[in-house]
């Protein structure tokens, strides 16, 4: 039996929570421990090679996903923003560039022994998190266009450099969730890690992750109008609105 351990910040366990969900999804022959701020990940030494690469990439995009987020959520000032507008522009802004931060991490973890996020994020991705100032210097300087629908275009802009993960999605309410489906009619399992609470941010977010070239939105008319408008507008002629 192989096993390996993982350690956060207890205030930080939600990059536990969302690596071992994950893996977890990626593998069935894997058994995982959540215990406070350490995770521990075990498979037979035969599955070893297959854990361990799918490890090291879960572990790569929630760092990147997750940490990126919370580094813009603490330097960027988006008071003037409704929180919808907050989520889209955040999520968009994560996922800009994310394949080369992704592969970034990628190349500097090291899983021969066990991982304590914090320590690696500080000492190991000094670069990575210069990069991501430089993206606040630019909207801390550029704070007008906000203000105006010059900030519209720039979601548009940032949303078509995000590779699309999906042809088509259709998007449904069940009563009590949206539900998202894709062009398989195969139901997409997604839950942004800091909008689980709230159904239509956690859309937003979901959407733009997936970044689908057409969107069937079956449920218009459940959507709170800020919500709405904001899909509508920043996919523009993606956007399908069925009955």
Request: glycine share 2%.
């Amino acid at each position: 039996m192989w096993e390996f351990f993982i350690e956060s910040n207890i205030n930080d366990v939600i990059y536990l929570k969302n690596i071992e969900k994950s893996l977890k999804f990626k593998n069935v022959n894997v058994v995982t421990a959540l215990n406070k701020n350490s995770l521990s990940v075990a498979c037979e030494f035969k599955d070893k090679p297959k854990i361990l690469l799918n490890l090291k990439k879960v572990i790569a995009e929630s760092i990147v996903l997750i940490y990126k987020q919370k580094f813009f959520e603490s330097k960027i000032d988006l008071s003037y923003l409704n929180e919808q507008l907050k989520t889209a522009l955040i999520k968009c802004l994560v996922l800009f560039d994310f394949e080369e931060d992704f592969y970034y991490v990628l190349d500097k973890l090291n899983l021969n022994f066990g991982l304590v996020l914090d320590s690696f994020y500080l000492f190991q991705l000094k670069k990575l998190e210069k990069k991501w100032q430089e993206i606040v210097n630019i909207c801390s300087n550029n704070t007008s266009f906000m203000e105006s629908e010059t900030f519209l275009e720039l979601l548009k802009f940032l949303i078509s450099s995000i590779t699309p993960k999906r042809k088509s999605i259709d998007v449904y309410f069940n009563g009590e969730n949206f539900v998202l489906c894709d062009e398989n009619n195969n139901i997409i399992v997604f839950n942004d890690a800091y909008n689980l609470n709230n159904l239509e941010l956690n859309l937003i977010s979901g959407l733009i992750t997936l970044a689908p070239k057409t969107i069937n939105l079956h449920c218009a008319g459940v959507l709170s109008d800020n919500t709405f408008k904001i899909i509508y507008h920043i996919f523009n002629k993606k956007v399908n609105l069925l009955v």
